[in-house]
């Protein structure tokens, strides 16, 4: 039996928000945080929406390892970059924080480059690039995460999940938006399938003596305990160009800290050397790229658009009859979502009906 119920954004939204004010975060970055997270539900990013609402922030800001207020500061500037402190705050202000400044930066000289440290989990990182190709230019971010990737011939999880994000522009309703972790799947969706009961894909997971994992829950604790690292994006070892991915993982990790000479890989932990716990210290970067310093913009978005509906017109494979360009599904998933709300399972609605009590919101889910 099905026991999926749908809740309504911005209901679900306002209660998120909410929640972060009775946390401590100011009114106005509680908004901020909730957007980013209802932003990945509406498009169907459901491994960072609502699912990761209570155990990658309300329970880290309980634990004292993440601080609700957000108190960003620009260290260096120059006329195209910048580097933004989050001093331990929320990973979703910093973000679209520093994205503002690189947007701005791009208006007066052509592009703009931020990067942020000291910062946490920002959440779905489409948001950002997003914010950018509204404004008419070319968005990209990227983040370092606590360790999950094995380099390729190793069995050790070195790297983080390290996404690389583009947002572009079209002249069609949705724009292009390519949001992949550099792993061939991310932690975010393995807690999905396990709040679904679900073994994991073969490929996805191996174990520190190299042999294949399925067994999502202790996957999940074996993460974090070492012994256990996601795959690069393309797999295991090289017939399948899994050292595609574990080079992009190892670029995200470059101009996520070497930017700002901050913790890298093994030190991006919430352990300290005595074992206490500890803010992650994560960094981030944010370049918007001002496409009218190169054509008109229109002109850009007819092009852009074109590429996309010729590879969407072309030969279909046998069985397929339809092929999507990145951003569509997200589109489409939203125009089906608007309406009925975000999907929340029962594991789900435990987590934030037993927030909904403690903080005694008076919300009807």
Known sequence: MDDTKYINFDLLEKFMEDVFVKLGAPEDEAKIIADVLISSDKLGIDSHGIGRFKPIYVDRINSGILNPVTDTEIVKESYTTAILDANDGMGHVAGKRAMEIAIEKAKVYGMGMVTVKNSSHYG??????????????????????????????GVENMLGTNPLTFAIPTDEEFDFLLDCATSTSQRGKIEKYEREGKMLPEGWVIDDEGNVRTDTEQVLIDLTKGKAALTPLGGV??????????????VVEILSSALHLGPFMKTLTDVDENGNKKPYKLGHFFIAINIEN???????????GDILRELRSSRKAPGYDRIYTAGEKEYLTYQYR????????????????????????????
Do not use: C, H, W
């Open 237 to 250: 070892g090289e017939e399948l160009a899994g050292y595609k991915g574990y080079g992009y993982a190892t």
């Open 338 to 365: 608007k309406d009925k709300g975000v999907p929340m399972n029962e594991v789900l609605l435990k987590q934030i009906n037993e927030l909904n009590d403690k903080y005694q919101l008076g919300y009807k889910f």
């Open 124 to 153: 779905f990182a489409g948001y950002y690039p997003l914010m950018a190709s509204k404004a008419g230019m070319i968005g990209i971010t990227g983040t370092n995460a606590r360790p999950s990737i094995a380099p390729t011939f």
């Open 294 to 304: 190169f054509v008109e913009i229109e002109k850009f978005r007819k092009q852009t």
